[in-house]
């Protein structure tokens, strides 16, 4: 089939529906459970945006011609990778940075694994043509995936195969002609209410005998039997768009997966048993390059969402003749023009990749996933301050419409605005900044990529900063000669 429409993926989550489970019940419909429905019908809008801006959002299939999504394209050339990025800017722009796993997000990595797919026949010449497989599997039918990397925090002392429990991290329980039999847990799938699960190692397998059976790159539907996903609560708590404006939109759900010997068949499995392949493999095939290159593109719509907000605040209630408050609007539009600088450099020095694909340059991506983790709290600190006592005193949509909504008319009102205008305004900052809602946002754009200490050692690794030495040793030598010369 073509792209799809939000009324085409709602009807499939209630025809194929994920054993998901919340507050100790099996959701019998995600489009209609409370704790979900609205983050489903956001997700919706998404695919409903496709057909809206055909011509931004979708390009003809390889192989059908049909019209399908254009996060989906594998880039050969600068003006294909521009479009790509023009495409997530529309559905970032939508969900306003607040969806971190958007489909684009997923569908990105699997052009890249589709792309740079030779690199998986290394290990067995069926697992690349797998991955191409099943990448235009996704694209001619238009799915979502949600995706798990990381094993259960048990005792993290201690590695994935040292735990007590063999099975407590999900592993290969038994190797079959027809495929894998999966047994054990992973964390943390967000967007469970998904068509299908990419299920991927994390980088940070050992190289031993005995982690073997945890290394393996699959990916199966969501409803596949034994799957199972067990969600936190939600911070979708029922209440209004009025009151609860983010929240109640853009809740995706995080889950812990349970495998109770799911079954793989072996046209889903990309990778296994090799720790060096997978531990490589995001990085070999493109995968992370395209996935920062979607991050950046949310980052940037998420950051334009804070300063717009920071600045109808500051104009509402007349604070931005001061100086500190200026020096905060300073910051985040620091903090934006430096992700749009990244994005831009990363685009005009991509190169084609030993694959042929087109590549973003990779070292502004890296700066920027470095980067952001360190900026978004303190940009959400910085509006906390900004609000003070204003994001913790807004009445809800019932006490405005209320017995007591002439009051509030006269004691809610702001330096440029009426009451009603200005409590939507704080509203919005406390769900954006203070709420269960926000905290969530802080402790997922911390970890977005991982632990930021484990990334900036990474970075250190992976980056030679010799030339940049040799700078300042010819400088101490050429010192040196001029003090002798002297």
């Not at 407590?168 to 079959?176: D, G, P």
Request: proline share 6%.
């Amino acid at each position: 089939m073509p792209a799809r429409t939000g009324q085409q993926v709602l009807d499939k989550l209630r025809e194929d529906s994920p054993e998901i489970w919340y507050r100790g019940e099996r959701v019998k419909d995600v489009t209609t459970h409370p704790a979900f429905k609205n983050g489903v019908h956001s997700l919706a809008e998404l695919y409903d945006l496709q057909w809206q801006q055909p011509d931004v959002m979708l390009f003809d299939s390889p192989t059908s011609g049909e019209k399908v999504g254009r996060s989906f394209m594998i880039p050969r050339s600068r003006e294909e990778l521009a479009s790509i990025s023009r495409m997530m800017k529309v559905w970032a722009d939508y969900h306003h940075g607040f969806m971190g796993r958007a489909p684009d997000y997923l569908n990105r990595a699997l052009s890249g694994y589709a792309g740079g797919a030779d690199f998986l026949a290394v290990q067995d010449p069926r697992f690349s043509q797998h991955v191409r497989d099943y990448h235009e599997h996704l694209r001619e039918n238009d799915l979502c995936l949600t995706h798990t990397l990381i094993t259960p925090q048990a005792n993290r002392a201690k590695g994935t195969a040292d735990q007590a429990d063999p099975y407590l991290a999900a592993r290969v329980k038994e190797e079959t002609d027809a495929g894998l039999v999966i047994r054990g847990a992973r964390m943390l799938a967000t967007l469970p209410m998904a068509d299908e699960i990419m299920v991927f190692p994390s980088t940070l397998l050992r190289n031993r005998p005995e982690d073997a059976p945890y290394a393996f790159g699959l990916s199966i539907p969501t409803n596949t039997p034994g799957l199972k996903f067990i969600c936190r609560e939600s911070l979708d708590y029922g209440r209004s768009h009025y009151d609860h404006p983010l929240g109640s939109r853009f809740e995706e759900m995080d889950a812990v997966v349970v495998f109770d010997d799911v079954f793989v068949p072996w046209e889903r499995v990309f990778l296994y048993r090799d720790v060096d392949t997978c531990n490589r493999a995001y990085a070999a095939t493109g995968a992370i390059v395209n996935m920062a290159h979607q991050v950046v593109v949310k980052n940037i719509a998420k950051t334009e969402f804070l300063l717009g907000l920071a600045h109808l605040m500051t104009q509402t209630i007349g604070i931005e003749v001061f100086q500190h408050v200026q020096e905060k609007l300073a910051a985040i539009w620091v903090n934006l023009e430096t992700m749009k600088a990244f994005l831009r450099t990363a685009e005009a020095d991509a190169q084609p990749d030993e694959y042929g694909v087109m590549r973003p340059a990779w070292d502004p991506l890296d700066a920027a996933r470095n980067l952001y983790p360190h900026l978004y709290p303190r940009m959400v600190e910085m509006i906390q301050q900004l609000g003070a006592s204003g994001l913790v005193a807004a009445p809800t949509e019932a006490d405005v419409n209320g017995p007591m909504r002439e009051e509030i008319k006269r004691f809610y009102q702001a330096a440029r605005a009426e009451a009603h205008e200005r409590i939507p305004i704080f509203r919005l900052a406390w769900d954006a900044v203070l709420s269960a809602f926000a905290t969530r946002q802080v402790l997922y754009e911390r970890y977005f990529f991982g632990d930021p200490v484990r990334m900036a050692g990474a970075l250190v690794r992976s980056h030679d900063f010799t030339p940049y030495a040799d700078k300042v040793r010819e400088f101490l030598a050429r010192a040196r000669e001029e003090a002798q010369n002297t």
